[in-house]
Every structure is written in structure tokens, then in C-alpha cells.
């Protein structure tokens, strides 16, 4: 088992930073791909962003177009913790974020944290 706890979530003005981060801890050697996916009210969840993780040695990274340029994913392997740099902030950002987690084989994330409420608003 893998457990994901997530922190950094709040309330910006629009053009604002956040930083979310996510706590790794468990059985985490199975994991081959971490990411952040985010639902809005009446949306539908998406995937915004993953990072491949401590097994590999090169970290390689992906985006969602709708975050690309203004979002970045990065991990800290000493500290098994994630983070996601939210910039230039939107009210479409407007979302409640997951860390999730993938493991080798598997196609889907199977590991979730809680979640943290990220607002954007004036």
C-alpha cells in the first residue's frame, strides 16, 4: 500500500502562485509514475500533470495543455515528496487537486490522497 497526503491548497487571487505538495510513504518502490489530477465542480476529472519517480533516474514529466507553461511538477527523492508549482494562477484553476500515484504494469492510478482546495477568485 502507498499512502498520499497532500498539502498547500488555499485561496489566490488570480496571477497568483500556490505550491502543492504530496507526502509519499508506504510501499513505494511500485510506483513507476506520480501525477496531479484535479476536479472541478460539474467537471469531469483530469490529469494535469505526472512525473516518473525515484526508480528512474531521469525524471521525465508531462503536462495538460490547459497548465502547460504555467504549471510544474517536480519530486524530491531524499524527502519521498512531490510538489506541483501552480503560477499565473486562473479561476478555471478553480478545482479540488489529487496526488496519485501509478505502479509499474498497471495503466491505472490506483493510489489517491484526499485532496487539497485550490481556489481562484478575486
Known amino acids: 500500500q502507498v499512502q498520499l497526503v497532500e498539502s498547500g491548497g488555499g485561496l489566490v487571487q488570480p496571477g497568483g502562485s500556490l505550491r502543492l505538495s504530496c507526502a509519499a510513504s508506504g510501499n513505494i518502490l511500485n510506483i513507476a509514475v506520480m501525477g496531479w489530477h484535479r476536479q472541478a465542480p460539474g467537471k469531469q476529472r483530469e490529469l494535469v500533470a505526472t512525473?516518473?519517480?525515484?526508480?528512474?533516474?531521469?525524471?521525465?514529466?508531462w503536462y495538460a495543455d490547459s497548465v502547460k507553461g504555467r504549471f510544474t511538477i517536480s519530486r524530491d527523492n531524499a524527502n519521498n515528496t512531490m510538489y506541483l508549482q501552480l503560477n499565473s494562477l486562473k479561476p478555471e484553476d478553480t478545482a479540488v487537486y489529487y496526488c496519485?500515484?501509478?505502479?509499474?504494469?498497471?495503466?491505472?492510478?490506483?493510489?489517491w490522497g484526499l485532496g487539497t482546495q485550490v481556489t481562484v477568485s478575486s
Open positions: 512525473i516518473t519517480t525515484i526508480t528512474r533516474s531521469a525524471a521525465s514529466t
Open positions: 496519485t500515484a501509478r505502479r509499474f504494469g498497471v495503466p491505472q492510478y490506483d493510489y
